[in-house]
Nanobody
Framework: QVQLVESGGGLVQAGGSLRLSCVVS????????MAWYRQAPGKQRELVAS???????YYADSVKGRFTISRDNAKNTVYLQMNSLKPEDTAVYYC???????WGQGTQVTVSS
């Protein structure tokens, strides 16, 4: 059974940084796409960033230039480095493994103004 466990969320002031981690167990993900989503209160869940096995990346327009997705295949871990955080980045952030349609439990990110 594939499990995804996120960590690294918290409360930060606007302009600050956080790094989220997602550890995958139950499957070697080195050849697969991984993604980060977020869901703000009252809004739909949205794709934030994704990364392929070859490290090609995609970013939502709202986070381009501020967020960086990366992966460490040896650790079966995917990261989301978030810089220059804004109050509108406040959301629960979820790691997703699309190939097996698995989601993590989510980690709360709150950015104060």
């Amino acid at each position: 059974q594939v499990q995804l466990v996120e960590s690294g969320g918290g409360l930060v002031q606007a302009g600050g940084s956080l790094r989220l981690s997602c550890v995958v167990s139950g499957r070697i993900f080195s050849g697969d796409v991984m993604a980060w989503y977020r869901q703000a209160p009252g809004k739909q869940r949205e794709l934030v960033a994704s990364i392929s096995s070859g490290a090609s990346t995609y970013y939502a327009d709202s986070v381009k230039g501020r967020f960086t997705i990366s992966r460490d295949n040896a650790k079966n871990t995917v990261y989301l480095q978030m810089n220059s955080l804004k109050p509108e980045d406040t959301a629960v952030y979820y790691c997703r493994y699309p190939l097996v349609d698995s989601w993590g439990q989510g980690t709360q990110v709150t950015v104060s103004s």
